[in-house]
């Protein structure tokens, strides 16, 4: 049986229809959304369901393991669920394409939804000046291909040919599932319409870590309480870090004060995270704006390396293996994250960050694929180890693809393979090391704790840190977030550099 604080309790069994649960950093939140979302599913009378939303799988995964454990399996069925925000995105335009309120280019109402176009001709890397196709609705509620100018590098189609031939054969990413609602939600009637699928089917919604959300997710969260379902929002405007990705803490704000009935807010301040001297003091006082200095010190002294970006961390010393080089943008980074996700699982027990992503870059067959890439990857990390030099092993990884029955990745120019070169000397020297520690970012780390943590801040970060933080800047929720994964001891890592390339 799970015993509750009173504030928990408080907040579990609130009989307010709309509900604002304000967590601190291990007061928790899961545990608070599992007990809601029981307590909401065994009102009786009502035979809609009880919905549990959270913004990536792994969130959601964790959420219904919770419910299933304190209140069994039973909780979990139809039409009771808990899914992503993607997910319900899908199932409601699948909803408005069923009903003919909108129309896919070749009437299809089943459709095929992947997590984006990696794996479709046309997917490349886009610059600052090119342009980029996005799904949306013209103005008859037909989905059609519509481009804008790029403003900063991301993937994407640029072209009009190809994205058409994917929307035509009724396959859609998820981005472009969210443009398109984002174009319907300005239709009144289909604003209309959805308010009246969410209140037949649904009667109460869990949001937890409600300030990962964007404009979408929290408009579709005001529909169902403008619609009379049961709201209740969990989360920490501290730790709002995916702005980079979309997520816009401001709209929770709106979301909070728009309504026609008021949210009650329930906080939850007690953390159960912390111990010893250090820590629990030390987030009192981040959350009081008040500045402070952490201690330095060396990597070999905590249990976890965390930096905003992927870069950091390999500077961060040498005992820290990062579990990614960077994000996969091409194939040889592909190639490279495989690689080190040999080394990953070998020396932590976990695969690199990324390896799905170059899976599918690379088109490789998934059922097979964890076999041959050991066999051949593994001797390439031998070698590594064993000094061979660093042109060389590249050479025979790009080889090592090509095995494996895709096109060998290209010869990259002096510039880059000078880069990937460093990356894998740096890895080299890890890897002939007894002991190593794991390097995350921060993103990856959120909701996660170690015993002790190390951080590594750009010379920003630093100062802000003594001035004081501010959960109203975005830099400031990525600083807090790093210091509070600890329960023991926190301090600055050497490698405090000036970077700022978002490189997650």
């Not at 037909?142 to 994205?163: L, Y």
């Not at 009379?228 to 990705?245: E, K, M």
Request: charge should be negative; proline fraction near 3%.
């Amino acid at each position: 049986m799970v015993q509750l604080t009173n504030a928990q309790a408080l907040a579990a069994a609130a009989t307010d229809r709309l509900v604002n649960v304000i967590s601190a950093p291990g007061s928790g939140k899961t545990t608070i959304a599992a007990e809601r979302y029981g307590y909401l599913r065994y009102q009786p009378g009502d035979l809609r369901g009880v919905v549990g939303l959270t913004f990536n799988r792994a969130a959601a995964a964790e959420l219904r393991h919770r419910i299933e454990l304190r209140w069994g399996s039973k909780c979990i069925t139809t039409p009771h669920h808990v899914v992503t925000f993607d997910q319900l995105h899908v199932d409601l335009l699948t909803f408005l394409l069923r009903e003919e309120r909108i129309t896919w280019p070749n009437k299809t109402t089943k459709l095929d939804v992947c997590d984006d176009y990696r794996a479709y001709t046309g997917f490349r890397f886009l610059t600052d000046g090119d342009c980029k196709r996005f799904a949306c609705l013209d103005n008859n509620n037909c989905v059609v291909s519509r481009r804008r100018k790029v403003t900063k590098p991301e993937a994407g189609i640029s072209k009009f040919a190809d994205h058409q031939t994917i929307l035509d054969a009724g396959t859609v990413s998820h981005e472009d599932v969210r443009s398109i609602l984002h174009s319907a939600m300005q239709v009144d009637e289909l604003k209309e319409v959805t308010v009246n699928w969410l209140s037949e089917n649904y009667r109460a919604l869990v949001v937890d870590e409600v300030y990962d959300g964007n404009t979408l997710d929290l408009h579709i969260v005001y529909l169902a309480a403008e619609g009379g379902l049961s709201i209740t929002l969990v989360g920490d405007p501290w730790q709002a870090l995916y702005r980079w990705r979309g997520a816009e803490p401001e709209a929770v704000k709106r979301l909070l004060h728009n309504t026609s009935d008021p949210f009650i807010e329930y906080e939850q301040p007690e953390s159960f995270r912390y111990t010893g001297d250090q820590m629990p003091q030390l987030a009192a006082t981040l959350r009081a704006r008040i500045g402070i200095t952490l201690p330095d010190i060396d990597s070999s002294e905590v249990d976890v390396a965390l930096a905003r970006n992927w870069t950091q961390l390999w500077t961060a010393g040498n005992n820290v293996l990062p579990l990614a080089f960077r994000t996969v943008n091409n194939a040889t980074d592909a190639a490279m994250n495989l690689f080190l996700d040999v080394a990953t699982r070998t020396r932590l027990g976990t695969t690199s960050y990324g390896r799905e992503a170059a899976i599918t870059k690379l088109g490789l067959d998934r059922e097979n694929f964890q076999k041959e890439q050991d066999e051949l990857f593994a001797p390439l990390v031998a070698s590594l180890i064993a000094a061979k030099d660093e042109a060389e092993v590249l050479e025979d990884l790009l080889e090592a693809v090509k095995s494996l029955g895709v096109r060998k990745p290209r010869r990259p120019d002096k510039r880059k393979e000078s880069d990937f070169r460093m990356q894998l000397s740096r890895l080299a020297e890890r890897l002939r090391l007894p002991s190593l520690i794991p390097g995350l970012t921060v993103f990856q780390a959120k909701g996660r704790e170690w015993e002790r943590v190390g951080v590594v801040l750009s010379q920003d970060q630093v100062d802000a840190l003594k001035s004081g933080l501010d959960e109203h800047e975005e830099e400031d929720c990525i600083t807090y977030v790093a210091i509070t994964r600890a329960r023991r001891f926190c301090g600055l890592l050497s490698g405090t550099t000036d970077l700022s390339t978002l490189d997650i």
